[in-house]
Each structure stands twice: as structure tokens, then as C-alpha cells.
């Protein structure tokens, strides 16, 4: 079975620019959450999809934003681009149902903001 | 104050050694839990999955959960260099969300 995979792995962007990453879940998983992951914060909650609907939200500016696709598949978009926003950004995907949170993490896609 | 606490580490032990990592938390809605391995340049790694209080084993891995002291452990028996790694533990509630709340995660190193 294959894994959650995410794209790209590695960006380089510059200030003020937007982002577009990718995350395709275990086949399957209806559930799809994103993370963003720094040194100095750890793995923080951005926001949970399930069904195309956003289920959950963190506390991350409104330049932060994803969606759902009706197979499962979900993006985020990072709009404007700040120094600080350089992190690992991590989506985990999960069967989505009460009885099952269990969570598989990509390999994530790691932005660096120049 | 976090809602999940964990000792940042680095943890140093030799090879053969019974590791014991540590969490614990504020929240008490917390039902689900979790311990992940993220080696460098990783994504995180689901390792052991539990509901509510008591132990799981598995392999060379034990979770515990002690829902009355707000505590969770995850014990490596006989470590191995290629356990060395960082330790996330991660909780969820119960009603209808996958969203996870971490700990800082434990760095973990074995020397032969």
C-alpha cells in the first residue's frame, strides 16, 4: 500500500511570492491534515479536510489556506510569502472516522523562504 | 503553559539499555495516543497507537497510558543505534477531528 506522498520536497521562494503544495493520501484515508513543523514551534496544527470540507482549523494567518479534492487529495497555498514561514510542512492522512485517528505523516515538503 | 510537555533531550544511552521517554498533558479530553519516530530529514513515523488508559506492546516497543495522571510513556527494550532518532508523542480527542497535539519530541541517541 502505498504511503502519503507529498510535492514538491524541497522549494525555495522568495518573499512576497505564493505556494502551492501537494498531498496525496494513503488510498483510502478521507481524512487529510496539514502541519507545519519548525525547530523552534515544533509540529503545529494548520488545518484538517475531511470529504472537501474543512473540519478543523489552527491559529495561522489567513495566508494560509488548503482545500480538498473530491478523490482525496488535498493542497495548501501559502500566499505572500514571509521569512519566517520557512519550515517542513508535513500532511498526515487518517481512515477519518470517530473509531480510527490513527495518522501517517509524508516525507514533507521542505519550503525555504529567501 | 503547553498543553503537552515533553523533555527535549538529548537522551544519550548505550546500546542494550531499556529507554523510557515521557509525556505529559493538561487536557483531559485527550482519548487517543500516540508515539512517532522522525529521523532527520523525515517525516514523522507512526510507531505505537493507543485508545484511553493501559499498555500495548510491540516488538521491542511498550506505550503506557495513565489517564488519571495525565501521563504517557513509551519504553524501548534492548535500543539499538538505529533507534536514534526524535520521539514525538501526539494526542487527539475523541469527537470528530484528526487534529494532533504534540510534544516537542525527545532526541534519542544509542552508542554502540
Known amino acids: 500500500k502505498a504511503g502519503v506522498t507529498q510535492t514538491p520536497r524541497y522549494l525555495i521562494k522568495t518573499r512576497g511570492q505564493q505556494v502551492t503544495l501537494s498531498c496525496s493520501p494513503i488510498s483510502g484515508h478521507r481524512s487529510v491534515s496539514w502541519y507545519q513543523q519548525t525547530p523552534g514551534q515544533g509540529l503545529q496544527f494548520l488545518f484538517e479536510?475531511?470529504?472537501?470540507?474543512?473540519?478543523n482549523k489552527g491559529n495561522f494567518p489567513g495566508r494560509f489556506s488548503g482545500r480538498q479534492f473530491s478523490n482525496s487529495r488535498s493542497e495548501m497555498n501559502v500566499s505572500t510569502l514571509e521569512l519566517g514561514d520557512s519550515a517542513l510542512y508535513l500532511c498526515?492522512?487518517?481512515?477519518?472516522?470517530?473509531?480510527?485517528?490513527?495518522?501517517?505523516f509524508g516525507q514533507g515538503t521542505r519550503l525555504t523562504v529567501v | 503553559q503547553k498543553e503537552v510537555e515533553q523533555d527535549p533531550g538529548p537522551l544519550s544511552v548505550p546500546e542494550g539499555a531499556i529507554v523510557s521517554l515521557n509525556c505529559t498533558y493538561s487536557n483531559s479530553a485527550f482519548q487517543y495516543f500516540m508515539w512517532y519516530r522522525q529521523y532527520s530529514r523525515k517525516g514523522p513515523e507512526l510507531l505505537m497507537y493507543t485508545y484511553s488508559s493501559g499498555n500495548k506492546e510491540d516488538g521491542r516497543f511498550t506505550a503506557q497510558v495513565d489517564k488519571s495522571s495525565k501521563y504517557i510513556s513509551l519504553f524501548i527494550r534492548d535500543s539499538q543505534p538505529s533507534d536514534s532518532a526524535t520521539y514525538l508523542c501526539a494526542m487527539s480527542q475523541v469527537y470528530n477531528t484528526d487534529k494532533l497535539i504534540f510534544g516537542t519530541g525527545t532526541r534519542l541517541q544509542v552508542f554502540p
Open positions: 479536510y475531511f470529504s472537501e470540507t474543512q473540519r
Open positions: 498526515a492522512s487518517s481512515p477519518g472516522t470517530i473509531s480510527n485517528t490513527e495518522a501517517f
